[in-house]
């Protein structure tokens, strides 16, 4: 798979899930059995910043290597701080949220693989 077909997909998938989070917070919160809608749409503004940086890198051609690194990087952290997340907050919310938390986890995991793969073989 050719790295701009992976950011591509990395774009789209976290700009839909930010604006989900951003435009029905409500839901989410009912998902996970808490009170406040602040930390969805907060990540969700995150995700839309994210998604738009990503598709400015899979539209440049040549795609900058130093700019896929950074955003191979944030996917890294991002389920790295989702695993803590879960671990710390894990009695606060339903176990459904811990679920959907550790499945994007997951995706970004697989997000990250795949684009650092691609990079090093100069799939572009």
């Known amino acids: ?6 950011l591509f997909t990395n774009a789209i998938s976290s700009g839909i899930t930010g604006l989900l989070l951003t435009s029905v917070p409500e839901f989410f919160a009912k998902l996970f059995g808490v009170n406040t809608i ?8 995150f995700l ?3 998604a738009l940086f990503v598709l400015l890198t899979a539209s440049k051609s040549p795609i ?4 896929t690194q950074l955003i191979i990087a944030l996917d890294v952290s991002w389920v790295i701080v989702s695993v803590v997340v879960v671990v710390i907050i894990s009695s606060l919310v339903s176990i459904f949220g811990s679920i959907i ?5 997951g995706w970004v995991g697989m997000m990250a693989y795949l684009q650092q793969k691609a990079l090093n073989k100069g799939s572009v």
Do not use: Q
């Not at 798979?1 to 992976?6: D, P, T």
């Not at 602040?38 to 503004?45: D, I, L, Q």
């Not at 938390?101 to 986890?105: E, F, R």
């Open 101 to 105: 938390i550790m499945t994007i986890a």
């Open 1 to 6: 798979m050719k790295l701009k077909n992976i």
């Open 48 to 50: 839309i910043v994210f």
């Open 64 to 67: 900058p290597k130093n700019w």
């Open 38 to 45: 602040v930390p969805f749409r907060e990540v969700g503004v």
